[in-house]
């Protein structure tokens, strides 16, 4: 079974949006999901299971009715309690987006640590020293990570004070932008670049930005993270740090049936590093002066 475990629904709802922007790219990753199980003599399985709507006792039920014998949860979006349920089926699960080590759960996750860190490395080299953080207001894993991070490597870069410079915007584009106005309006003086936590995070500022006329990068330089359609942001390049999705996700299947056909597959959490992809969304103040 491949299960989406939805929590607050948020995760859910960017996930829908990249599929409406790229709906070949998932519906390539379960098809080839799907194919990998056959070849190996198993069916998969795809279930969404909503938290606040549907019955977990059932769902298991379900798992345990059809001689389910493994799971890969998509499980950004759950606490470490949430997967002490699914243990009772005494069946092997893989985790994507999230760490279940202690529990004894295989994980396949984005470096967002060295991803983060790679970024503030970045823009610091381009002489910038006061970088805010744009973020999220809902607490998932892969954002924990990216954030205790951004602290961290602030730090390490003697860049000043960090713990006021992660800024909470919202969850939804239009959340954040109308958050990042209200930044805008009472001033960002001295700031000159943004770390921008995910994609929904980079259209909602870029908005607000694009509209209260600020030149990108000469006014503010823009650092995202996660890929989105060029379109989305008219007339830039964002540069990104960029994780493997569809990649990670198969190998973890794969790593599933592996631990189905052996029990005494060894437990794993594998993280894929990130990439770099420069746009021309970062001023470099080292070789320029504002004007």
């Known amino acids: 079974m491949v299960l989406s475990y939805i929590k607050n629904g948020t995760i859910m709802e960017h996930t829908e949006r990249r599929q409406k922007m790229a709906p070949d790219r998932?519906?390539?990753?379960?098809?080839e999901m799907a194919s990998l199980s056959a070849r190996q003599g198993y069916e998969m399985i795809l279930r969404n299971f909503r938290e606040n709507t549907q019955s977990l006792e059932q769902l298991l039920r379900e798992c345990q009715k059809?001689?389910?014998?493994?799971?890969?949860?998509?499980?950004?979006?759950?606490?470490?309690?949430?997967?002490?349920?699914?243990?009772?089926?005494?069946?092997p699960i893989v985790a994507g987006n999230n760490l279940f080590y202690e529990e004894g759960i295989d994980s396949y996750l984005i470096d967002n640590r060295e991803g983060i860190t790679r970024g503030v490395s970045y823009l610091a080299d381009k002489g910038h020293s006061h970088i805010v953080y744009l973020a999220e207001t809902i607490d998932i894993f892969n954002f924990r990570e990216r954030r205790e991070a951004f602290l961290s490597e602030?730090?390490?870069?003697?860049?000043?004070?960090?713990?006021?410079?992660?800024?909470h915007?919202?969850?939804?584009?239009?959340?954040?932008?109308?958050?990042?106005?209200l930044r805008l309006n009472a001033g960002i003086r001295g700031t000159t670049a943004f770390v921008l936590e995910s994609s929904i995070v980079s259209m909602g500022v870029y908005k607000a930005l694009k509209e209260r006329q600020f030149r990108i990068p000469r006014d503010i330089s823009l650092l995202g993270f996660d890929s989105l359609p060029p379109?989305?942001?008219?007339?830039?390049?964002?540069?990104?740090?960029?994780?493997?999705?569809t990649k990670r996700h198969l190998a973890g299947v794969q790593h599933l049936?592996?631990?189905?056909?052996?029990?005494?597959?060894?437990?794993?959490?594998?993280?894929?590093?990130?990439?770099?992809?420069?746009?021309d969304s970062v001023f470099d103040k080292t070789k320029y002066i504002y004007r």
């Open 26 to 31: 998932q519906g390539w990753l379960y098809r």
């Open 66 to 91: 059809l001689s389910i014998k493994g799971i890969y949860i998509m499980a950004a979006e759950m606490q470490h309690s949430d997967i002490y349920p699914f243990q009772q089926l005494k069946i």
């Open 154 to 167: 602030m730090a390490r870069k003697e860049l000043g004070d960090a713990s006021k410079r992660i800024w």
């Open 169 to 181: 915007l919202g969850a939804r584009i239009d959340e954040i932008y109308n958050s990042m106005k």
């Open 231 to 245: 379109y989305n942001l008219l007339g830039t390049e964002l540069t990104l740090i960029k994780g493997t999705h």
């Open 257 to 279: 049936i592996r631990h189905i056909e052996d029990e005494n597959e060894e437990i794993l959490k594998i993280y894929y590093r990130t990439r770099l992809q420069e746009g």
